[in-house]
């Protein structure tokens, strides 16, 4: 039995690097930003608490689009995103949640730290 190869023959299909490189420019552009608001704005211009804020909607707005388009999440069914982001969603608050309560639990002992830590000064005193 004889075997027959097929070869095409014609051009090769040039690559699409204008999807790259719009993607190296949108990156380029948020990090930028985070570098000026970060590095560049004084604090008098705009305070440390906004500053932070739009620093990490940047980033976060950064991974996204980083998720999007090199792990290709953007070209996807919208039924797969969300059984993707609304679970990760769930464990930020998560994470969020601990902290938040972490703070108050170390808030709601520290009267009881004072209170030992003047008992062991009193009992020093008396000896």
Same mark, same amino acid.
């Given at each position: 039995?004889?075997?027959?190869?097929?070869?095409?023959?014609?051009?090769?299909?040039?690559?699409?690097?204008?999807?790259?490189?719009?993607? &190296?420019? #949108?990156?380029?552009? =948020?990090?930028?930003?985070? @570098? !000026?608001?970060? %590095?560049?704005?004084?604090?008098?211009?705009? +305070?440390?608490?906004?500053?932070?804020?739009?620093?990490?909607?940047?980033?976060?707005?950064?991974?996204?689009?980083?998720?999007?388009?090199?792990?290709?999440?953007?070209?996807?069914?919208? &039924?797969? #995103?969300?059984?993707? =982001?609304?679970?990760?969603? @769930? !464990?930020?608050? %998560?994470?969020?949640?601990?902290?938040?309560? +972490?703070?108050?639990?170390?808030?709601?002992?520290?009267?009881?730290?004072?209170?030992?830590?003047?008992?062991?000064?009193?009992?020093?005193?008396?000896?």
């Amino acid at each position: 039995m004889a075997h027959t190869q097929h070869i095409q023959t014609g051009e090769i299909a040039k690559p699409n690097t204008a999807a790259i490189w719009r993607t &190296f420019y #949108i990156l380029l552009a =948020i990090t930028a930003a985070e @570098f !000026i608001i970060a %590095l560049a704005i004084p604090d008098s211009v705009i +305070s440390h608490g906004p500053k932070v804020f739009l620093y990490i909607i940047m980033t976060l707005a950064k991974a996204a689009y980083i998720v999007a388009e090199f792990m290709h999440l953007g070209h996807e069914v919208r &039924f797969l #995103i969300y059984a993707i =982001i609304l679970p990760m969603m @769930f !464990i930020a608050w %998560l994470l969020l949640a601990m902290f938040w309560e +972490s703070a108050s639990v170390y808030k709601s002992n520290e009267p009881n730290k004072k209170n030992k830590t003047s008992m062991v000064i009193y009992i020093n005193q008396q000896v």
